[in-house]
């Protein structure tokens, strides 16, 4: 029904869910739902049965034609996709080398987030689930996820953080727009790692009616693989519309910023084993590295386990995890997907930290040089321009995760420094 | 003989667990906890490791938690608190916690502390029973520890059968699809999940946890199972005591023999 006579699909619109399965990349998880030796799933038994159906099922159910109808009807005609590649001519040329940036922001609900959110409610309604549960941090997942349910009518609670609550006011608004419920996370740092644990602990609490939308690529497998997969649309579009532009799929470089790192999975999917593609991804360092105020990652983290996979984050000695800070509520997270930290950990991404004043910064020099306000997230990403070498004749694709209207209070905030 | 082993081969049945978080609510309650609880009547004694991050535990626990963490609790001071606590005990000890704080211990030199401290076993809810099998079965079994896992009531049977060849020690049978301290009173769905698990005859003994906070749901457990584990409840009792040591008595009594307090 979704897709109406008069719309056909492109060869190449077609298979970035059903070829992936033919990718047996070294980077991509393995059948016991390891990258390398990160992933897993570190669950208590209450949640094995949730876990343990969702693994045996999402590529099967992913994959199917009918499945695939649905979700590409629905990126193309309801979030907008596919989001343009951009040619950033005036970045460029300060920059003095070739950058295209991928619109994400340009989706309904204004960042990558939705890509993920279609695609699981899709398949919870196709596993009988009647209920929706999620976590927010700056609210995008939420707000996401409070949408999809709004279009399939189906009951969704989103637990955000106490703290985040105040700070992220008008998503707050929006989810409740949308028909959400918002259910405050007040355990400890009352931020998004609790909202999470207490998004857990309700689908302990519900096994059988409901299912629980994770919004990055973290959690228990088969999570990060599913998230990723469903963001991977954002890479499967680089490759073709970079063709069409320059005659050449494969960039130079791919730059995303990371949290836990979906829109980062997304846009290095489909070029994981391109060797000579490089992937940068972008962490916030908030005041700086060595400031005791910081979330990042792969510089302050060590191995260990965050809510049910291997991976790196920033915990003490004892292993008690630690409330990261950065000036952007979407970068926060103090671990990152098990898939970036085995790219990290093996040397296939590059790392780069960036902090509250670099971005806003960057914030500043995008808005002015092309008239775009990026989210402060995905200003991290183009802040990194500054501090990764490059060539002349590179081409550089940027992936423009969200856009910056939640971030413009802050933004006002700093407007007579970086105006 | 491991002293586990040893109270399920002389005890059969009402056995009570109960589970308190190390370093709460003071820092060096640890030992009068532990040895109030013995007097009192207790078989078993699981010590939880606090945790910033206890998924599978409700808000009293997570509560306690901060606050032992709070007070400076960390695993190596509780090897040592458990050591010198076990010069005047032998009751049974456990230790439940979350897989992280083992691992940035490093898994091997933890588990060989448990068993040098005389800790008799360990309850590590979010460790896969996979995980355990391949890496860490043999070294149990050489140290002489003793493992539990967690069944709920959508554990499939073929899964149950697995953990109990798996396990030693018991199986923690958790008594509804629930975090702890979530739900009260026992109800007839519990009930026959709780007749089908007795029916399938089990090797190892099984305990009966979350949702157990009085009399009535421990006797109640106590007619499925070879007893029950209390955590919660206690807790809520040590948050509202001044005299630690007769309320931890007043509470044991009022779970095992509430005609006795009254």
Known sequence: MLLEAGYTLKAHQLNYMTATPTVK??????????????????????????????????????????????????????????????????LSKHYKTNIYLKREDLNHTGAHKVNNTIGQILLAKRLGKKRIIAETGAGQHGVATATVCALMGMPCIVY??????????????RMKML?????????????????????????????????????????????????????????????????EQTGKENPDALIACIGGGSNA?????????????????????????????????????????????????????????????????????????????????????????????????????????????PALESAHAFAALDYIKYKEDDVIVINLSGRGDKDLSTFIEHIEKYG | MNRLDNLFATKKK???????????????????????????????????????????????????????????????????????????????????????????????????????????GLILPDLPV??????????????????????????????????????????YMVSSSSITGAKSGISDEQMAYFNRINEMQLKNPRLIGFGISDHATYSTACQFSSGAIIGSAFIRTLDKATDLKAAIKGFVDMVREPEKVA
């Open chain 1, 179 to 243: 028909g959400a419920e918002v259910r405050p996370a007040l355990s400890g740092s009352q931020t998004l790692k609790d909202a999470t644990n207490e998004a857990i602990r309700d689908w302990i609490n519900n096994p059988a009616d409901t299912h629980y939308i994770i919004g990055s690529a973290i959690g228990p497998h088969p999570y990060p693989d599913m998230v990723t997969r469903f963001q991977s649309v954002i890479s499967e579009e680089i490759k073709w519309q970079l063709k």
């Open chain 2, 14 to 120: 009402d056995i009570l667990n109960v589970y308190f978080t190390a370093g709460h609510p003071n820092l060096n309650d640890t030992e009068d906890i532990i040895l109030t609880l013995e007097a009192a009547g207790v078989d078993l004694i699981e010590l939880g490791m606090p945790y910033s991050d206890p998924m599978a535990d409700g808000p009293t626990i997570q509560d306690s938690s901060t606050v032992a963490l709070k007070n400076g609790m960390n695993v190596e001071l509780l090897f040592e608190q458990v050591k010198s606590v076990r010069e005047k005990t032998q009751i049974p000890l456990i230790m439940m916690g979350y897989f992280n704080q083992v691992m940035q211990f490093g898994e091997e030199r933890f588990f060989r502390k448990c068993a040098e401290v005389g800790v008799d």
């Open chain 1, 265 to 373: 999975a997304g846009t290095f999917y489909h070029y994981l084993d391109e060797l000579d593609v490089r992937l940068i991804a972008v962490e916030a360092a908030g005041l700086g590295i060595n400031s005791g105020e910081s979330a990042a990652t792969s510089v302050l983290g060590t191995k260990g386990i965050i809510h049910g996979c291997r991976t790196l984050l920033m915990q003490t000695k004892d292993g008690q995890i630690v409330e990261p800070y950065s000036i952007s509520a979407g970068l926060d997270y103090p671990g990152i997907g098990p898939m970036h930290a085995h790219l990290i950990d093996t040397g296939r991404a590059e790392a780069v930290s960036i902090t509250d004043d670099d971005a806003l910064k960057a914030a500043y020099f995008l808005t002015r040089t092309e008239g775009i306000i």
């Open chain 1, 25 to 90: 990349s070294a980077y991509a998880v393995d059948n016991r739902g390891y990258y390398g030796e990160f992933g897993g799933a570190f669950i208590p038994e209450m949640l094995h049965p949730n876990i343990e159906e969702l693994r045996n099922v999402y590529l099967e159910i992913s994959q199917e034609a009918g499945f695939q109808k649905e979700f590409q009807g629905l990126l193309k005609d309801y979030v907008g996709r596919p989001t343009p590649l951009y040619y950033a001519k005036r």
């Open chain 1, 160 to 173: 955000m953080g106490a703290i985040d609550i105040k700070r992220q006011a008008p998503n707050v608004s």
């Open chain 2, 130 to 171: 996979y995980v355990f099998e391949e890496k860490y079965k043999a070294l149990f079994e050489a140290l002489g520890l003793r493992i539990s896992f967690l069944i709920s009531p959508q554990t499939s049977e073929e899964r149950i059968r697995q953990i109990d060849d798996l396990a030693k020690g018991f199986i």
